[in-house]
């Protein structure tokens, strides 16, 4: 079977190869360059040509930055101004991974595509479904929840199986040539950012804005440094006048430029409401959902009724944030989700 493997340049793609080399499979490798970062893709795929050399398979580059701009990075840059927390990996996996990549895999006659991603598929009466990882503190089956039927069909996930640390000693045993491990970077969690959003957004926006801090009741209680600083649920970075307790963002204000904070118990909410991004429309009924990506899950009775989702948590979550995802799994698989509002 011919396969597209998408290389990151990392570990894990690059024992994806070996994985499927072994299988038997025609293996046809790509690089998409997605961020303006250029030393970092130099780096990244001269990884891949030497996997690529060594195991003996077709790889090549897609330019896909104009498109990343236009899709993610803008969005990114947009929510934040907007006064949210945005999930740009959720974004980027239906319009580009697994969107665009797809789409140009399937047009260089590749049957399925492959990913080093921490998830399984499984198949429930009859369709296929994103499932979680073998290995817990790895999986990444919440990023996943937004793509298309079509993208799940055409999945493999060779690594779902696996634990990470089983995966690094594999790797380098079976491909010595490899080199050190130190030559080969942690995937990051955000692409495009090197050290934190902040400094990524501060190339095109004023950030640092100082801000007025209230209370539920309106009241001016501190100052902060700006609204795009912050998210539901930080505790940290601004002040308030005689606070005896820990207060924490409960709300922002981004067309005043001011954040609201509380208690923790104030902090504290049951119904989650968000913008369904569902493949399909799945049954309401008892669930479990996930609110941010290091997050439980939580049993929640889920509805869905005009493009709408709602949870109502059998117990209380902190941190709710606007733009993240809300995701709905059945057991340990994925049904659907949507984007918090």
Same mark, same amino acid.
């Given at each position: 079977?011919?396969?597209?493997?998408?290389?990151?340049?990392?570990? !894990?793609? @690059? &024992?994806?190869? =070996?994985?499927?080399? /072994?299988?038997?499979?025609?293996? %046809?490798?790509?690089? +998409?360059?997605?961020?303006?970062?250029?030393?970092?893709?130099?780096?990244?795929?001269?990884?891949?040509?030497?996997?690529?050399?060594?195991?003996?398979?077709?790889?090549?580059?897609?330019?896909?930055?104009?498109?990343?701009?236009?899709?993610?990075?803008?969005?990114?840059?947009?929510?934040?101004?907007?006064?949210?927390?945005?999930?740009?990996?959720?974004?980027?996996?239906?319009?580009?991974?697994?969107?665009?990549?797809?789409?140009?895999?399937?047009?260089?006659?590749?049957?399925?595509?492959?990913?080093?991603?921490?998830?399984?598929?499984?198949?429930?009466?009859?369709?296929?479904?994103?499932?979680?990882?073998?290995?817990?503190?790895? !999986?990444? @089956? &919440?990023?996943? =929840?937004?793509?298309? /039927?079509?993208?799940?069909?055409? %999945?493999?996930?060779? +690594?779902?199986?696996?634990?990470?640390?089983?995966?690094?000693?594999?790797?380098?045993?079976?491909?010595?040539?490899?080199?050190?491990?130190?030559?080969?970077?942690?995937?990051?969690?955000?692409?495009?950012?090197?050290?934190?959003?902040?400094?990524?957004?501060?190339?095109?926006?004023?950030?640092?804005?100082?801000?007025?801090?209230?209370?539920?009741?309106?009241?001016?209680?501190?100052?902060?440094?700006?609204?795009?600083?912050?998210?539901?649920?930080?505790?940290?970075?601004?002040?308030?006048?005689?606070?005896?307790?820990?207060?924490?963002?409960?709300?922002?204000?981004?067309?005043?430029?001011?954040?609201?904070?509380?208690?923790?118990?104030?902090?504290?909410?049951?119904?989650?409401?968000?913008?369904?991004?569902?493949?399909?429309?799945?049954?309401?009924?008892?669930?479990?959902?996930?609110?941010?990506?290091?997050?439980?899950?939580?049993?929640?009775?889920?509805?869905?009724?005009?493009?709408?989702?709602?949870?109502?948590?059998?117990?209380?979550?902190?941190?709710?944030?606007?733009?993240?995802?809300?995701?709905?799994?059945?057991?340990?698989?994925?049904?659907?989700?949507?984007?918090?509002?």
């Amino acid at each position: 079977m011919k396969i597209a493997l998408l290389m990151s340049g990392g570990v !894990d793609s @690059s &024992y994806c190869a =070996y994985l499927l080399k /072994q299988a038997g499979h025609e293996v %046809l490798g790509i690089y +998409l360059k997605l961020h303006d970062k250029e030393e970092k893709h130099q780096i990244f795929i001269q990884n891949c040509i030497k996997v690529s050399q060594n195991l003996g398979f077709e790889f090549q580059v897609i330019d896909a930055q104009k498109e990343f701009k236009e899709k993610v990075y803008d969005e990114f840059i947009l929510s934040y101004q907007r006064g949210e927390t945005p999930n740009p990996c959720a974004l980027c996996n239906p319009l580009m991974k697994f969107g665009l990549a797809l789409q140009k895999a399937l047009e260089l006659g590749c049957e399925k595509i492959a990913t080093g991603h921490y998830a399984r598929i499984q198949e429930i009466n009859g369709i296929k479904r994103i499932r979680e990882a073998k290995d817990p503190s790895k !999986d990444q @089956s &919440y990023f996943l =929840y937004a793509i298309s /039927q079509q993208a799940i069909d055409s %999945l493999i996930f060779p +690594l779902g199986d696996y634990f990470k640390n089983d995966v690094k000693k594999e790797a380098f045993e079976a491909m010595p040539w490899l080199g050190s491990l130190e030559t080969y970077k942690e995937s990051q969690e955000i692409c495009f950012v090197e050290t934190s959003y902040i400094d990524i957004l501060k190339k095109t926006l004023q950030v640092d804005q100082t801000g007025i801090v209230r209370d539920l009741e309106g009241n001016a209680i501190g100052q902060h440094k700006g609204y795009m600083q912050y998210t539901i649920g930080k505790r940290k970075g601004f002040s308030i006048k005689g606070a005896l307790e820990p207060h924490y963002v409960l709300g922002i204000n981004p067309q005043k430029n001011e954040i609201t904070v509380g208690t923790k118990d104030q902090l504290a909410i049951k119904e989650v409401k968000a913008l369904n991004k569902s493949l399909d429309h799945f049954q309401d009924g008892e669930y479990e959902v996930k609110i941010r990506y290091r997050s439980n899950k939580t049993k929640a009775k889920v509805t869905l009724q005009d493009g709408m989702i709602t949870a109502m948590l059998d117990e209380d979550v902190f941190g709710v944030a606007k733009g993240q995802a809300l995701v709905i799994y059945q057991g340990d698989c994925v049904l659907g989700g949507g984007v918090i509002l």
